[in-house]
């Protein structure tokens, strides 16, 4: 049984910064590609990064390059989003995500398979 839990969101000003994480748990943590999702009220869900584990790369969206850095602990199972310098645009629910490395583009929601049940991110 997968399952992600997501952790660490919040509200801060403009400019602050915020640390969300995933734990995962149930699935071979190595073979995967595990990405952070956001969705705004009135927005569809929109990818905002990924990574593929056993070092294939990362992935961001245009709006976060630059601010937002994500990572993984593989000895914990933990997914990471670091955000940087956070604008009023980030504010949206955030999850995480997970699907098999084979597959379309990163920041297609539709290709993952497993997903967290969110954390909120408020920018003021």
């Known amino acids: 049984h997968v399952q992600l839990v997501e952790s660490g969101g919040g509200s801060v000003q403009a400019g602050g910064s915020l640390r969300l994480s995933c734990a995962a748990s149930?699935?071979?943590?190595?073979?995967?590609?595990m990405g952070w999702f956001r969705q705004a009220p009135g927005k569809e869900r929109e990818g905002v990064a990924a990574i593929w584990n056993g070092g294939g790369g990362t992935y961001y969206a245009a709006s976060v390059k630059g601010r937002f850095t994500i990572s993984q602990d593989d000895a914990k199972n933990t997914l990471y989003l670091q955000m940087n310098d956070l604008k009023p645009e980030d504010t949206a629910m955030y999850y995480c995500?997970?699907?098999?490395?084979?597959?379309?583009?990163?920041?297609?929601?539709?290709?993952?398979?497993?997903w967290g049940q969110g954390t909120q991110v408020t920018v003021s």
């Open positions: 995500a997970t699907r098999p490395l084979n597959g379309g583009v990163w920041y297609a929601a539709s290709e993952y398979r497993h």
């Open positions: 149930g699935y071979t943590y190595s073979s995967n590609c």
